[in-house]
């Protein structure tokens, strides 16, 4: 049973930094593609998907959105995915997801991830 579990997130100032983190287990590593996705408060009523902000594939190949290249940074240890977020904006206001996908590849759609942490809540006033 893949469980991830997403912490770290906060109530913080434009301009400040927020680090999270996700642990998953449940699975034997092996160079799976994880991610960071988010949603914008409201979005999920409107049957919005959530959106990529960076994916670390398994040889390390590391993508960012637009939004968060330059502000944020992905890393990863085994089974431990990191997101420091620098120079937060409002917009940047949300629920943040770690995934996993357990076939090969690493796409940027939420669909394409198999599992799912709960979300930690980030607020950029």
């Known amino acids: 049973h893949v469980q991830l579990v997403e912490s770290g997130g906060g109530s913080v100032q434009a301009g400040g930094s927020l680090r999270l983190s996700c642990a998953a287990s449940g699975y034997t590593y092996n160079r799976n593609c994880m991610a960071w996705f988010r949603q914008a408060p409201g979005k999920e009523r409107e049957g919005k998907e959530r959106?990529?902000?960076?994916?670390?594939?398994?040889?390390?190949r590391i993508s960012y959105a637009g939004f968060a290249e330059g502000r944020f940074t992905i890393t990863r240890e085994k089974d431990k995915l990191y997101l420091q977020m620098d120079s937060l904006k409002p917009g940047d206001t949300g629920t943040y997801y770690c995934?996993?996908?357990?076939?090969?590849?690493?796409?940027?759609?939420?669909?394409?991830?198999?599992?799912w942490g709960q979300g930690t809540q980030v607020t950029v006033s």
């Open positions: 995934a996993v996908r357990l076939n090969s590849g690493c796409p940027i759609r939420a669909r394409d991830f198999d599992y």
């Open positions: 959106e990529r902000v960076a994916t670390y594939g398994g040889y390390g």
